[in-house]
Nanobody
Framework: QVQLVESGGGLVQAGGSLRLSCAASGRIFRIHAMGWYRQAPGKERELVAEADSDGITTYSDSVKGRFTISRDNAKNTVYLQMNSLKPEDTAVYYC????????????????WGQGTQVTVSS
C-alpha cells in the first residue's frame, strides 16, 4: 500500500502565503506525476497544479503566477508554495501521486492524501 501524508494547511489572511507538503511512503517503485487538487464547499474537486517526473508542470489558470509546485524525488515529496492568497483559494487541498508499485507492475495507480484545510480570510 501507499500512503500520502500532507501538512502545512492553516488559516492565513488574504495576501499571505502558505506552503503545503506531501510525502509518499510505502511500496513504491517509481512515482510519475504528483499533484495538488482542491475542493471548496459546494464545488467540484479541481486540479490546482501537477508536476511530472521530469519536472514539467501544469497549473490551473486561477493560480498561475501565484502558486509554485515542486518535487523532491529523492524524498517522494511534493510541495505547493502558495503566495498572494485570496479568499477564493479557501478549500481542502489534496495531494496525489501516480505510482508504479513494482518493477513488474503494468498499471500506474493514483493515490490521494487525506486533505488539508486552507482558509484565507479577507
Amino acid at each position: 500500500q501507499v500512503q500520502l501524508v500532507e501538512s502545512g494547511g492553516g488559516l492565513v489572511q488574504a495576501g499571505g502565503s502558505l506552503r503545503l507538503s506531501c510525502a509518499a511512503s510505502g511500496r513504491i517503485f517509481r512515482i510519475h506525476a504528483m499533484g495538488w487538487y482542491r475542493q471548496a464547499p459546494g464545488k467540484e474537486r479541481e486540479l490546482v497544479a501537477e508536476a511530472d517526473s521530469d519536472g514539467i508542470t501544469t497549473y490551473s489558470d486561477s493560480v498561475k503566477g501565484r502558486f509554485t509546485i515542486s518535487r523532491d524525488n529523492a524524498k517522494n515529496t511534493v510541495y505547493l508554495q502558495m503566495n498572494s492568497l485570496k479568499p477564493e483559494d479557501t478549500a481542502v487541498y489534496y495531494c496525489t501521486a501516480d505510482v508504479l508499485r513494482t518493477a513488474r507492475a503494468i498499471a500506474i495507480e493514483r493515490y490521494w492524501g487525506q486533505g488539508t484545510q486552507v482558509t484565507v480570510s479577507s
